[in-house]
């Protein structure tokens, strides 16, 4: 998973499932693509294309190894990707698969009872100064982010203690220049170490980067002193964002684009085509301007007017769908490949609501109560999907279960009536329901819950966007009318995060029963490994269950590849948060602007691969 503030970032235009429909824009919940992108045509052109950044989306770290405060969609799929390529590309088109033309290495071989892992790099990549990309060069990304966490665990945004890299890694070796074996201090999951483990590594150029000062010699990295000085010049050099274009160590890349202008007060940034770039790419790259806005307002004129070439369509525009048609754009929405939910405080003791919400009858109730059909209609205005657990029935993935795509919990009032009544509830439609048959037999409320106690919490939620205080206050009219009494808070982004959704912060625990910051965008093997096993960095909702815990250390460390589809279709049973329908992120491009088609699909779920694109005549 990305960290939080990766969510944060990608929350601004929606993260979530999309729909499907015609390139008439027609839209249907379940099936996945809003339009259609067409196959590339024309002749291409030198020139610039010139794409919109979000508001709040401005990189804010070029070094490769990003710190959790910058670990965002922005810092690296948009940004670093574009000169440091990844050992694997886990990206093909809409589908969270790694895409082999597009990673730098051949997929790896796992012996010694999977603790021994094998990377063999293509022979065709160079860094712009013409020395090749070697082993070494991957092994220099790994030891500098050994270096980084070192110091401190903020230092990469994808850190976790003892689990994954950089800690699993007890040795690693490069017998020839292709060739990088890593030593591991117990078995892994091999589908999960390769997508979101070795899929980090951005190799790094030993032959410019392994210093401690800008004149100083190369420094054996591999000393763990060296590696620490090297990091700490490196990091200090990425903090100096006013000298992103003209420091000479942010020029010598190996990615389709260098750095040639960047605004450090606005974000915006403009790459020029790397001509020794030795992955696929079109027959003229162009160069990438990327162009900042202050609201989502802003963008969309800039769209009606023509004068962006690739952006997006804001949710409260899609009612003008046929005006950016008749603009001269192509237009494609799809879900980013993650999840969004209402999260449930599990240690929250005001009112007893830790023994409520840890009944899963309640939570199933819960689930009954929320019309996704509808939201989708009434508030993303056709553009989103359907989502009932952690993994998503689109973007279409290998790890979907079959409770994926079937609403386990469909809508009906008096479903979830019927739950709260038959597990001993005065239900009051309108009114607050209260338990009347206390203990833990067959009809009763269940373990810590008195009588008399009342269904009723707050929900502390993200003021922006909207969308989420729309849904969520549609939902709390719902659960009203089976005498669940939700208190609806809305509050800055930072202020939810900060009050709730913190595990580290205990001392905010009884100050909220649910909450509602957006959701994770999850790596390619999508487990739940941190938000929902006991004691998990990102689990703000203290989720504590025997079976989960087994499940997703078996999504990590056992070896069966359909390990991680069963932690799936057991969360999406249990219900620990209050998974909610995705909205699309609905990209936009020129008639004049082509490519391969795959490569626009990609936009929707941040990549930006401008050098698959070109101009036209």
């Not at 269940?446 to 549609?474: C, R, V």
């Not at 939902?475 to 939810?496: C, H, P």
Request: aromatic share 12%; charged share 15%; proline share 8%.
């Amino acid at each position: 998973m990305l960290a939080l503030c990766a969510a944060a970032a990608a929350a601004s235009m929606g993260l979530a499932a999309c729909s499907g429909g015609g390139s008439s824009g027609s839209v249907n919940s379940a099936s996945g693509a809003f339009g259609a992108v067409p196959a590339a045509s024309g002749k291409a052109v030198a020139g610039t294309i010139t794409w919109a950044e979000p508001p709040g989306s401005a990189p804010t770290w070029i070094l490769p190894i990003v710190p959790g405060a910058d670990y965002t969609v922005y810092s690296t799929d948009d940004f670093s990707y574009e000169s440091w390529r990844p050992l694997y590309w886990t990206q093909s088109g809409v589908s969270p698969t790694i895409d082999q033309a597009l990673s730098l290495a051949y997929l790896p071989t796992y012996t010694n009872g999977d603790k021994t892992v094998t990377v063999r790099l293509k022979t065709g990549y160079k860094w712009n100064d013409g020395q090749p990309v070697t082993s070494k060069d991957a092994l220099f990304y790994l030891d500098e982010l050994r270096a980084a966490v070192r110091e401190s665990a903020a230092n990469w945004g994808q850190y976790s203690p003892g689990v994954g890299m950089p800690d699993q890694v007890v040795s690693a070796s490069t017998p020839d220049a292709t060739t990088l074996v890593l030593n591991l201090n117990k078995p892994v999951n091999p589908i999960w170490f390769t997508e979101n483990n070795l899929a980090l590594i951005e190799p790094m150029p030993v032959h410019a980067w392994a210093k401690a000062s800008a004149n100083g010699p190369i420094l054996d990295f591999t000393t763990p002193a060296n590696a620490t000085k090297i990091y700490n010049f490196l990091a200090a050099a990425s903090g100096s964002t006013g000298t992103y274009a003209t420091n000479p160590l942010w020029q010598v890349v190996d990615g389709p684009y260098r750095l040639t202008a960047f605004n450090n007060t606005t974000g915006a940034y403009t790459m020029a085509p790397n001509p020794t770039y030795g992955g696929p790419k079109s027959a003229v790259i162009p160069t990438l301007q990327a162009v900042p806005y202050t609201s989502d307002t802003a963008e969309f004129n800039a769209v009606l007017s023509k004068s962006i070439d690739i952006g997006y369509m804001p949710l409260t525009d899609m009612p003008q769908l046929a005006r950016v048609k008749a603009a001269g754009y192509h237009v494609f929405g799809y879900p980013d490949w993650g999840y969004t939910y209402v999260n449930y405080n599990f240690a929250d003791k005001t009112g007893d609501f830790n023994n409520i919400i840890n009944q899963l009858y309640v939570r199933q109730a819960l689930a009954h109560l929320e019309d996704e059909d509808g939201y989708i209609h009434a508030f993303f205005h056709g553009a989103g999907g359907l989502a009932y657990g952690p993994v998503p029935a689109v973007p279409v993935s290998p790890y979907s279960p079959a409770n994926a795509l079937t609403n386990p919990y469909p809508f009906s009032v008096s479903a979830a009536a019927s739950l709260l009544k038959s597990h001993g509830w005065h239900v009051v439609p309108g009114g607050v329901s209260t338990c009347a048959r206390p203990g833990t037999g067959s009809g009763e409320c269940g373990s810590g819950i008195p009588a008399g106690t009342k269904l009723a919490f707050n929900l502390i939620y993200a003021n922006d966007p909207a969308i989420y205080g729309e849904m969520l206050t549609a939902w709390a009219s719902d659960a009203k009318k089976v005498g669940i009494a939700i208190t609806l808070q809305s509050e800055t982004f930072n202020q939810v995060v900060n009050v709730a959704d913190d595990p580290g912060s205990p001392k905010t625990i009884d100050q909220w029963a649910t909450s509602d910051f957006g959701g994770f965008t999850d790596e390619p093997y999508p487990t739940t490994f941190s938000e929902f096993n006991t004691g998990g960095t990102d689990n703000g909702g203290f989720y504590n269950n025997a079976e989960a815990n087994k499940l997703i250390n078996a999504s990590v460390s056992g070896s069966s590849p359909d390990a991680v589809k069963a932690e799936a279709s057991y969360l999406t049973q249990q219900q620990p948060s209050l998974f909610q329908p995705n909205a699309d992120d609905v990209i936009v491009w020129k008639d004049d602007v082509s490519g391969q088609p795959a490569a626009i699909q990609a936009m929707t779920q941040y990549y930006l691969n401008t050098e698959l694109m070109y101009l036209t005549k």
